[in-house]
């Protein structure tokens, strides 16, 4: 019973640089998203998407891109790491349907 | 004004006390209303789940909305250490709008043994 499953689990990145963080759900949600999580800050929404092919901004856009080819795999994209991007990044996923969130476990991001 | 306000505690309790955690929220369209429970370097997991008025429960854990006030509270009977997380809380439209979840900033409990 996988879920949302997230990786790297951590990562430190060099300013300037690029990575690729994956998230892979086996639910068959049409919904995904990416949060990040700054501490005492709550979650705040990076990108969404409703389903293969279609993204959408959420409240903290600038920095990041996303792509949704297949319904199970929605990876997030860094260009240009920069400091304020040090954070725990979360992939959630959700049933079109119904309210509830399914989250992975998180990615551990260190910008240096 | 945010959407979502939640007191980030931090909230300390001894071993068996009742804990009441509890948000607020303005935008009166909230359908589904959610808690989720993180443990420390781990992600969130949901805990409760409605999208109506009233009382539900699940073991110790009793989730209250009132929506004529946008009000909710997560109620924990018979607290142990290892209800010692974060809860956040969480709402949605009934439109189904990806975007809008929208979560409290957290609050941090701990249980003291």
């Known amino acids: 019973n996988a879920g949302v499953t997230q990786t790297p689990k951590f990562r430190i990145l060099k300013i300037g640089q690029s990575m690729t963080l994956q998230c892979t759900q086996d639910?068959?949600?049409?919904?995904m998203y990416w949060y990040r999580q700054d501490p005492g800050m709550g979650l705040k929404l990076i990108y969404y998407?409703?389903?293969?092919?279609?993204?959408d901004k959420g409240e903290v856009p600038n920095g990041y891109n996303v792509s949704r080819s297949t319904t199970e795999d929605f990876p997030l994209r860094l260009e240009l790491a920069a400091p304020s991007q040090t954070s725990v990044y979360f992939c959630?996923?959700?049933?079109?349907?119904?309210?509830?969130?399914?989250f992975g476990q998180g990615t551990r991001l260190t910008v240096v | 004004q945010k959407e979502v306000e939640q007191d980030p505690g931090p909230l300390s309790v001894p071993e068996g006390a009742i804990v009441s955690l509890n948000c607020t929220y303005s935008?009166?369209?909230?359908?589904?209303f959610m808690w989720y429970r993180q443990y420390s370097r781990k992600g969130p997991e949901l805990l409760m789940y409605?999208?109506?008025?009233g009382n539900k429960e699940d073991g110790r854990f009793t989730a209250q909305v009132d929506k004529s006030s946008k009000y909710i509270s997560l109620f924990i009977r018979d607290s142990q250490p290892s209800d010692s997380a974060t809860y956040l809380c969480?709402?949605?439209?009934?439109?189904?709008?990806?975007?809008?979840?929208?979560f409290g900033s957290g609050t941090q409990l701990t249980v003291l043994p």
């Open positions: 959630a996923s959700s049933p079109p349907d119904r309210g509830e969130a399914f």
């Open positions: 639910m068959n949600h049409n919904y």
């Open positions: 998407s409703v389903g293969a092919g279609i993204t």
């Open positions: 935008n009166s369209a909230f359908q589904y």
């Open positions: 409605t999208y109506s008025s």
């Open positions: 969480a709402m949605r439209t009934f439109s189904g709008s990806a975007r809008q979840l929208t």
